[in-house]
């Protein structure tokens, strides 16, 4: 007990500064309230806590738990070291869901999120369109953030139009959120694809294109998904459930244009 | 993982030499090499959809760790059909034997039974390393059936057709057949089918 009261003491100093920690030291009733704060830290935990007495809830500030990290807004540092560590915007964008949708509602540095999107849209559907043949590496990346540009401006005067208070930065992410999710399914998919074209007649009724076709029909479908989920499980874009009608329309819309932008590219005979 | 990768190769072997032994030595022999091959290029060509599914789904496994998972499945459906390559192995060997095209003897029967084999022991692989994911890296019982799922889905798609384009794994030896290539890639199949995928449409729909 008395060595648990002494880790109380100590946490309480980093949390509270000196001038609180010196108070602690002085006094009985402060030390209760460094127990309090162990307590609150182990309620969280959901774990029971030997020998602490419950205390009023009148102790304040909590200090920040792992958890709260989670939900945090990605740092414009953060957005950066992801050029030298691609692997990064792997978790950017599907990985670190919490922390993408607060980076979006967040109104810090958007533009670098909206280029780390972008990036992420262009360069992970490279290797699936090189794949494809090489006169036709950017095509992916053409039909995936071709037809979110194209559709972009009605999602942005739409959502003006129905009152949904989302600056163009915000609206924009939201929609590359579609685009850099496909893309990573597709460089996931790459290798996959590769197989069967070398592996599969070209002449044959049922060739590797056409299986390429449901690859990227799969990895834009769980792109929407992706954006469906960043939208509704999460609390901070809850200003945009109201106008989920007008999210799923636009995304309708998407798929729609997506597949004529296969067929005007040709991927769609 | 270089111990599950050499236990993965020498167990799918044995499983592969008894499948074989059905039809001939040749066959045989050759699995030995097939069908270890044929589990490692699967593994290999998913690798990286593997990872991007765990990541999409909310799991924060390493690529390094999320690959040794997929390596120990394999491994677990190995060491179970190896397992089962006594029995494979007898029932190759004193299955009654096909006399023309028409009279498969117990080969369906046969092909069957290994097929059966590969499902519950895959099913069985699933669901301990669902457990061990449970158990070491803390997911929910539904996110690590998902992803397994997943996992396996993926799996099925790229391991068809390297099964497909590396096939004849096992056969039926007929007498005055002539020798097949090591692999018959895309080479029709009876009913004209060029790779794996025409082969389950056809099995759905078949040819007229």
Partial sequence: ?269 | MKRSLVVLILASAVYGFSIGAGHSWLYATRNLLKFPLLLLCTALVCSLAYFVLARFLGTMLSFSRVQRLVLEVFRDVAVLLASLSPATLFLALTMRPATSNEDLGEYPFVQGINVALIAVCGCLAVRRQAASLLVEHRLGRGLANVLLGGWMALSLFAGGQAAWYMRPFFGIALPGATTPPFFLGTSPDFRGARSFYEAVYNLVVPPR
């Fill in chain 1, 1 to 269: 007990m008395a060595n648990w009261r002494m880790a109380g003491t100590t946490r309480c100093d980093r949390w509270f500064g000196q001038r609180g920690a010196a108070c602690l030291r002085s006094s009985q009733r402060l030390l209760d309230l460094a127990l309090q704060s162990e307590y609150t830290l182990h309620a969280k935990a959901k774990t029971p806590m030997p020998d602490a007495a419950p205390i009023p809830p009148a102790l304040t500030p909590v200090p920040p738990v792992a958890g709260d990290a989670a939900t945090q807004p990605f740092a414009t540092h953060e957005l950066q070291r992801s050029w030298r560590q691609p692997q990064r915007f792997l978790e950017i964008v599907l990985a670190e869901r919490a922390r993408l949708v607060a980076s979006i509602g967040s109104p810090v540095d958007r533009l670098a999120l909206v280029i780390v999107l972008l990036a992420c849209s262009i360069v992970f559907a490279l290797p699936f369109g090189a794949v494809l043949g090489l006169r036709r590496t950017g095509d992916v990346a053409m039909l995936f953030l071709g037809s979110v540009l194209i559709c972009f401006p009605s999602l942005q005067v739409f959502s003006s139009y129905l009152g949904m208070k989302l600056s163009i930065a915000q609206n924009l992410a939201t929609a590359l959120v579609v685009p850099a999710a496909s893309a990573l399914f597709c460089f996931g998919f790459f290798p996959i694809h590769w197989f069967l074209e070398a592996t599969m007649a070209k002449d044959s009724t049922l060739a590797a294109a056409d299986i390429a076709i449901g690859l990227l029909s799969i990895s834009l479908l769980l792109g929407l998904a992706h954006l469906n989920r960043c939208l509704f499980d999460g609390g901070a874009l809850r200003s945009l459930r109201s106008s989920r009608l007008l999210l799923l329309g636009w995304q309708a819309l998407l798929l729609f244009i997506t597949w004529r932008m296969a067929g005007v590219l040709g991927i769609v005979r």
